[in-house]
């Protein structure tokens, strides 16, 4: 009986033997080519599945947020092969993460090298391009994107934020409507909503608003951005309405609760403006209009030290806010600290010169240090900017100590004008000026 014998692999003089052990005739020169070309596909393949069997790992440690241990097994990777796509897209994510935006942009762009039918990374290059500043060739990108699909909310989306910030405002916003058509988001409201606002068109951004808390009410910074337009046009009611709802959806938003606080702190209810402020301090210590506003209730309560105190802080940690330099002017010129108040006053208008209550109370500083003619100046400068009731009645007030009644008493006429065509409650809001007005028209009668 014959012994079976065992079956090889290879090559052999007469033919090559499969692992089944059946045995096959030599190929021809065209049969060679064929497995040449096999070998190599099969080659390629490997080489591939190689570059990919840490895919899973990566993509774990990426959703943990886990970023270091993340590129720290990536760089591995790519010492002892060329990176995969997956790889080399995670890598550009975690880059630009970190601030790296110009490397983030290289790998997204070797990643659509290794696979360009991928819109992801089309679009990763177009949003790394914006980042960059570039928004002209991140729009090109995005149009280029639009050949491999039509209606994408996102292309859309990001084309309107480039328009947006060329300028390009009626563009923006047919892009940023084309998205919400295709599929609604957010973000897509909030962008539009901001590029009406931009536009001082308040009315519009209202009702974009609007129309996004219909599709998403629980939104707290939907809420908060409403109610910061409605305070904007005067309506503080329902600004308040709004940060409220805002507050229960998130009850430690720091830009609800200064948004609140200062409607609170208009009232006069300086003590619960405080208390919201404090919540506000421990999310955002380093806010500079947190400070700006605290400074203000402490100047409310006659703290001086405190407010000045705050006011400096505030300061520090946004120099070009012009109403934080025309705070620190009031409570200044309150202390009679002249020469500061004026220098305060001097910055803010630097900063914002068409606040016409800056000129104001810079003539009041000027004419407390025996300058009177660089404070009818800056009254008159006021008055260019805005007819106000109150820089009339100052400026009067101002000339008539002067021994000028003449000029005292065509301001004071001006100012009952003006006076008398406001509201009621406008009227009676200042009871100081309504002590004054009474003195002055006694001494001029």
């Known amino acids: 009986m014959a012994t079976p014998q065992p079956t090889t692999r290879g090559t052999g003089s007469q033919g090559i033997t499969t692992p089944a052990g059946v045995v096959f ?12 070309q096999q070998q190599q596909q099969t080659s390629s393949t490997t080489s591939t599945g190689n570059r990919e069997k840490k895919n899973w790992l990566i993509h774990t440690l990426y959703v943990r947020q886990d970023y270091d241990q993340c590129l720290k097994l990536i760089e591995e990777a790519a010492k002892k092969e060329p990176l995969s796509e997956y790889a080399l897209y995670l890598k550009a994510m975690i880059k630009r993460q970190q601030g790296d935006i110009s490397e983030s942009l290289t790998l997204f762009q070797q990643a659509h090298q290794l696979n360009p039918s991928n819109l992801d990374n089309l679009k ?28 994408d909310w996102e292309i859309w989306h990001c084309k309107g934020v480039c328009l947006t910030y060329l300028q390009e405002y009626e563009r923006a916003a047919e892009c940023l409507k084309r998205a919400n058509a295709i599929s609604r988001h957010d973000s897509t409201y909030m962008q539009l909503g901001k590029l009406y606002s931009i536009q001082e ?20 910074e939907i809420l908060t951005t409403l109610g910061l ?20 959806q998130n009850p430690r938003n720091p830009k609800t609760i200064l948004a609140a606080g200062s409607i609170i702190q ?7 403006a405080l208390i919201k402020y ?7 210590p380093n806010s500079p209009q947190l400070w700006n506003n605290v400074g203000m209730c402490f100047f409310g309560k006659q703290k001086y030290v405190a407010a000045i105190a705050s006011l400096k802080r505030a300061q520090y940690l946004a120099p070009f806010e012009w109403i934080i330099a025309y705070n620190l ?30 000129y104001m109370y810079l003539a009041i500083t000027l004419n407390k240090l025996d300058d009177q003619e660089n404070a009818c100046a800056a009254y008159e400068k006021a008055l260019s900017v805005e007819s106000d009731p109150l820089i009339h009645l100052n400026y009067a007030i101002m000339l008539f100590n002067r021994g000028e009644i ?5 301001h004071f006429t001006e100012f009952e004008h003006l006076f008398q065509s406001l509201e009621e409650e406008a009227r009676n809001a200042d009871q100081d000026v309504l002590e004054q007005r009474a003195l002055l028209q006694q001494q001029l009668a």
């Open 266 to 272: 208009d009232h006069s209810e300086v003590e619960v």
């Open 229 to 248: 337009l409605y305070l904007r046009i005067g309506g503080t009611y329902k600004a308040f309405d709004l940060f409220g709802t805002s507050l229960t």
């Open 25 to 36: 005739a030599p190929s021809s020169s065209s049969n060679n080519l064929t497995n040449a």
């Open 278 to 284: 404090r919540i506000a301090a421990v999310q955002t």
């Open 329 to 358: 002017g009031l409570v200044h010129l309150h202390t009679s600290q002249y020469a500061s108040a004026f220098h305060f006053f001097s910055a803010a208008i630097n900063l914002k010169p068409d606040f016409a209550s800056s």
């Open 201 to 220: 068109n308040y009315k519009a951004a209202i009702d974009v608003y609007t129309e996004a808390l219909e599709f998403s009410p629980e939104n707290p």
């Open 406 to 410: 003449v000029k005292a008493r065509n």
């Open 124 to 151: 990763q290059i177009g949003k790394s391009l914006y980042l960059l500043g570039k928004h002209r060739e991140a729009i090109g990108i995005f149009e280029s994107a639009e050949r491999f699909v039509q209606d």
